[in-house]
């Protein structure tokens, strides 16, 4: 019996919770578009433009991914294919997306606003977009796949330039960087994002499946979404807004009951008795309804109210003391002496 009525506390905690309506917290800052940000995303864009005007013409860049992959760094080093193979998942989309969705999920439900789970969102739709395009936009051949020894590959048909492993791994870690509420956590997930991002980029030449110059590009392609974020913030903010919105509509819709007025109980007032009576009977009581709301309000009942003083004593009705002359004696006073009788 404990347990059922603990178990039903607990999810009436929960429930009460998740029907609060949501706030910001106040120690929570909005990442704004600085002129360092600008800064920052001006050279990435320009170092991005820079690796693909190198890949287009056959520059050095494409001569150094031709020396790579016949290095063979897989064959140079097997005893960690069998990590690497594990550790390349954290640049796949669908898991990291999954793993990272459920920690902002709850940090959206702790902090009762939608933001982490939009900011998310758009991030993952603006890399699918940018990345996919440039992907299929210029049609670059893998190392598996290449053709002809010291060429670009390009407009092949592949979808490997740039590398959405690496541009994942940068957007879906760093987007923990973007989102934590203190300067130190920023610190310390910014280092955490860039040494993972960096790892699985590496762990992709070292496989095979890229060229380095698609993990160059990739990281930059990651860091031109997450250096962009704060020109979408008002738009995700105008989004959580019409969301809330709208869960208001449908709750309005749907018609929850209202919850019942209370019973309005007419006070009991008590008729004060001139002088109490041993044998008089107590006078009967009005009936009170007996409702559970009138129960449960009946104290709250205004009624008038007199000091302690002004209020006349009642004495209970009734005595069991059997009625009797009183033969008590003043203090000071002698008792006359009892008649004696023969016996």
Do not use: C
Not at 32 to 54: D, E, G, K, P
Not at 266 to 277: D, E, G, N, Q, Y
């Amino acid at each position: 019996m404990r347990t059922e009525r603990n178990i039903t506390r607990r999810l009436d905690r929960v429930f009460a919770r998740l029907d609060r309506e949501p706030e910001r917290p106040a120690h929570i800052d909005v990442p704004r578009m600085s002129r360092h940000r600008v800064v920052l995303f001006t050279a990435t864009l320009a170092f991005y433009l820079a690796i693909v005007w190198a890949v287009v013409i056959t520059s050095w860049l494409v001569r150094l991914d031709w020396q790579v992959m016949f290095f063979r760094p897989y064959q140079q080093w097997p005893q960690i294919h069998a990590f690497l193979d594990y550790y390349v998942v954290l640049g796949q989309r669908g898991p990291t997306a999954v793993m990272v969705a459920a920690w902002l999920g709850w940090r959206s439900w702790r902090q009762h606003t939608l933001r982490p789970l939009l900011t998310l969102a758009a991030s993952l739709l603006l890399l699918n977009i940018t990345v996919g395009a440039a992907k299929y936009g210029m049609g670059r051949l893998g190392p598996h796949y290449a053709t002809v020894i010291g060429s670009n590959e390009m407009m092949r048909g592949g979808d490997i330039f740039p590398s959405g492993h690496t541009a994942n791994a940068v957007v879906t870690w760093g987007i923990l960087a973007y989102l934590a509420s203190t300067p130190r956590a920023r610190r310390w997930l910014s280092a955490l994002s860039a040494i993972t991002s960096l790892g699985v980029g590496m762990t992709t030449v070292y496989l095979g499946t890229h060229w380095l110059s698609d993990v160059l590009l990739g990281w930059a392609a990651g860091l031109l979404i997450l250096l962009a974020l704060p020109w979408f913030e008002l738009p995700i903010a105008r989004t959580e807004d019409w969301l809330f919105d709208l869960r208001d509509r449908w709750r309005a819709r749907r018609g929850r009951p209202a919850a019942e007025p209370a019973v309005p109980v007419t006070p009991v007032v008590l008729k004060p008795r001139s002088a109490p009576r041993a044998e008089q009977p107590s006078p009967a009581r009005e009936p009170v309804a007996s409702t559970r709301a009138s129960r449960g309000l009946a104290h709250l009942a205004p009624g008038p109210h007199t000091t302690r003083s002004e209020r006349t004593p009642v004495t209970p009705a009734g005595s069991r003391r059997p009625p009797h002359t009183d033969h008590r004696v003043p203090r000071g006073t002698t008792q006359p002496a009892r008649p004696l009788t023969g016996g």
